[in-house]
C-alpha cells in the first residue's frame, strides 16, 4: 500500500543545512497499522509530512515513494491522492480553525474534493466519533480537547479515506480520554477498512495499535521489528532497549546506565 | 532502625481554592488535606483535577481572583496563609521553591543562565558576587551539567530543554530550600531525558533530607518515582496510598486510570474506559 524507498529530507542552505531524514526505508501493507517510534527531533513527523507533501519547497526532499501503485513526484499531490490520504495531527487546538463551527470545517474537505450530500456526510461522520449532530454548531473553543480530537479525526473520515497519517494524536490528551481516542481509531480501521501509520513517542501507544514499527534516531531508522519483538523485550539495537526501559518508569540503577546515542 | 517521629514539614487542611466568574463559582480545589514530612510525595491527577492549584496555593502563587481558605497551612510553623509579604518573600525559595514544566517559558530570556541562579542565591543569602559565582558554578556541576563555565555564560534559549531544566532545579536548589515542589517538571522532556533529570532530583532530595511535592499527570513515572501519592480528581483527594501498594489502590477512579493505560504486553484488544461516577465528588474517598 505504502513504500518508500530511501528517503531524504534536507532542510536549509550553506551552513544551515539540516539533514531531517536519512535514508528511510518502509513498507506498510494494506490494513496494517504502522507506528513510528522516536524521541523529539528524530525525523518521524518529517517522514510523515513528506509523505503527505506537507513539507512545500523549504525541504529537498528525494528517495522514491508510492502508494497505492501511485508514484509521487516531488511535493505535490494529486487530488485523488489528496482525497483517499488524510491526516490527523496531534494538537486539536492548533489544527481546528478557530472561528469556524465544526461543521464549517467538516464541510470544507467534502467541497474541496467536490463531493455530494455534504450534510449527510457531516452528520455520519461526527456519528462515527461519537458524537451527536448537536455539535454541528459548536466552535472548537466550546468542546474539550478530547471532543476536539474527535472532530479532526471525523474531518480525515469525510472524504472517504484509505490511509491515515496520525501524529502523535493523543499525547496532548488525558489518559483516560487517551484510551477512548485510540479505541475509537482501532474501530474506524476495522469497520472501513483503513491503513495507518501512526507516529508517537510513546512506546506503549504504538505497541497497543500497530503491527509493525520503526525506531528513529537522528533522521534515520535505527530498527524495524514486529509488535510481538516489542511485547517479548527482545529488540536488537541498545537504543531501543534503553527506550523501552525508560518507558517502564523511574529506576535510579538504570538511569546510571544510560548511554548518549548520537 | 528505628524513626524517630519528627514534625511534618508542611501540613495543609481542608484547602479551598475557588474562583469567582462570570458564569458562577468554580470550586478548584475542595477539602484537601495532607502532610508532608521529607519525603517524595507524588500527587496525580487529570486536566482540571486541581493538583497544580493545590501546589500554588501553598506558595501563595493562586491567580488574581481565586480565593484560598484552608483550616490550616503550616510550614514549619509559620501560618502561610496570614503570613505578610516581606514572610513570604522570605519563604518562597529559601523555605519553600517550586519548579515549573517549561524552562523556555520560566527562565527569564534576557539574562545569562549564570546570573539567574547567582541572583537566585543572593537574594537569600549576604553572600558576595565572587562567592555566588563559585556556588553557582558548584551547583551547574551538582546537576551534571558538563560545561559550567560555558553553560554560565549562556542564554536560556541556547540550551536545550533538558539542560534548561537542570537550570531550573540549579536555581531552585541553591537558596537551600527545605520543600520543592515540582509542578509537571519533566512533561515537555524526552523519556530518557525527563529520567536523567529526575535523577539529578532525586539524588539531591535525598542527599539534603528535604521533601518533595510532585505534582504530575503521569501514574506510571509517580508510582516509580514517589514514596506516597494522592490521586486528586474534581478538586478533591480520591484516594491516598504508598507508591507500592497503587497496583491494590482501591478506589474506582484510580482503577480506572491504571487500566485505561495502554501497555507494552498488552494486546490489541479494546481498552477499558474510565466510567465517572458523580458520587465521587459527593463522597470522596474510597467508597464501602
Known amino acids: 500500500m505504502i513504500d518508500i524507498q530511501s528517503l531524504d529530507v534536507v532542510f536549509g542552505h550553506g551552513r544551515k543545512v539540516f539533514h531531517a531524514v536519512r535514508d528511510v526505508s518502509l513498507h506498510v501493507e494494506q490494513g496494517q497499522s504502522y507506528g513510528l517510534v522516536g524521541e523529539s527531533g528524530s525525523g518521524k513527523t518529517t517522514v510523515l509530512r513528506a509523505l503527505a507533501g506537507l513539507l512545500g519547497r523549504v525541504a529537498r526532499v528525494s528517495g522514491e515513494m508510492r502508494v497505492a501503485q501511485e508514484s509521487l513526484q516531488g511535493q505535490l499531490r494529486s487530488q485523488q491522492f489528496r482525497r483517499h490520504v488524510q491526516m490527523v495531527f496531534q494538537d486539536p487546538f492548533g489544527s481546528l480553525h478557530p472561528r469556524h463551527t465544526v461543521d464549517t470545517i467538516l464541510s470544507e474537505p467534502a467541497r474541496v474534493h467536490r463531493l455530494d450530500r455534504i450534510e449527510q456526510r457531516v452528520v455520519q461522520a461526527l456519528e462515527e466519533v461519537g458524537l451527536d449532530a448537536s455539535f454541528r454548531f459548536r466552535y472548537p473553543h466550546q468542546i474539550s480537547g478530547g471532543q476536539r480530537q474527535r472532530v479532526s479525526i471525523a474531518r480525515a473520515l469525510i472524504t472517504d479515506p484509505e490511509i491515515i497519517l496520525l501524529d502523535e494524536p493523543t499525547s496532548a490528551l488525558d489518559v483516560s480520554v487517551q484510551a477512548e481516542v485510540l479505541n475509537l481509531l482501532m474501530r474506524l480501521k476495522r469497520e472501513h477498512g483503513l491503513t495507518y501509520i501512526l507516529v508517537s513517542h510513546n512506546l506503549a501507544v504504538i505497541a497497543h495499535m500497530c503491527e509493525s514499527l520503526s525506531v528513529m534516531q537522528n533522521g534515520a531508522v535505527v530498527e524495524t521489528m514486529s509488535v510481538q519483538q516489542l511485547r517479548d523485550h527482545s529488540p536488537a539495537m541498545p537504543y531501543t532497549s534503553q527506550l523501552m526501559i525508560a518507558s517502564l518508569g523511574y529506576d535510579r540503577a538504570a538511569i546510571d546506565a544510560f548511554e548518549e546515542f548520537g | ?288
Open chain 2, 1 to 288: 532502625m528505628t524513626q524517630v517521629p519528627e514534625a511534618p514539614l508542611l501540613s495543609v487542611e481542608d484547602l479551598h481554592v475557588t474562583y469567582d466568574t462570570p458564569t458562577g463559582l468554580v470550586r478548584a480545589v475542595s477539602g484537601v488535606s495532607f502532610e508532608l514530612g521529607r519525603e517524595k510525595l507524588g500527587i496525580v491527577g487529570e486536566s482540571g483535577s486541581g493538583k497544580s492549584q493545590t501546589g500554588r496555593a501553598i506558595l501563595g502563587l493562586t491567580a488574581p481572583g481565586g480565593q484560598v481558605r484552608a483550616r490550616r497551612l503550616d510550614f514549619e510553623g509559620t501560618d502561610l496563609l496570614n503570613a505578610n509579604h516581606s514572610t513570604m518573600r522570605r519563604i518562597r525559595g529559601a523555605g519553600i521553591s517550586m519548579i515549573m514544566q517549561d524552562p523556555k517559558y520560566s527562565l527569564n530570556p534576557v539574562m545569562t543562565v549564570g546570573a539567574q541562579i547567582a541572583e537566585a542565591f543572593r537574594i537569600h543569602s549576604k553572600a558576595s558576587k565572587q562567592e555566588a559565582r563559585l556556588r553557582t558554578l558548584e551547583m551547574l556541576r551538582t546537576v551534571k551539567i558538563r560545561e559550567p563555565e560555558r553553560v554560565y555564560k549562556a542564554y536560556p534559549h541556547e540550551v536545550s530543554g533538558g539542560m534548561g531544566q537542570r537550570i531550573m532545579i540549579a536555581m531552585m536548589m541553591i537558596p537551600e530550600p527545605d520543600i520543592i515542589i515540582a509542578d509537571e517538571p519533566t512533561s515537555a522532556l524526552d523519556v530518557t531525558v525527563q529520567l536523567q533529570v529526575l535523577a539529578v532530583l532525586d539524588d539531591m532530595i535525598s542527599e539534603r533530607g528535604m521533601g518533595l511535592i510532585f505534582i504530575s499527570h503521569d501514574l506510571n513515572l509517580i508510582a516509580s518515582f514517589c514514596d506516597r501519592i494522592l490521586i486528586m480528581y474534581g478538586g478533591k483527594v480520591m484516594e491516598e496510598c504508598t507508591a507500592a501498594d497503587l497496583g491494590q489502590a482501591k478506589h474506582p477512579y484510580t482503577r480506572g486510570l491504571l487500566n485505561c493505560l495502554p501497555s507494552l504486553e498488552g494486546g490489541h484488544d479494546e481498552l477499558p474506559v474510565l466510567q465517572r461516577d458523580p458520587s465521587w465528588l459527593t463522597s470522596p474517598g474510597v467508597p464501602e
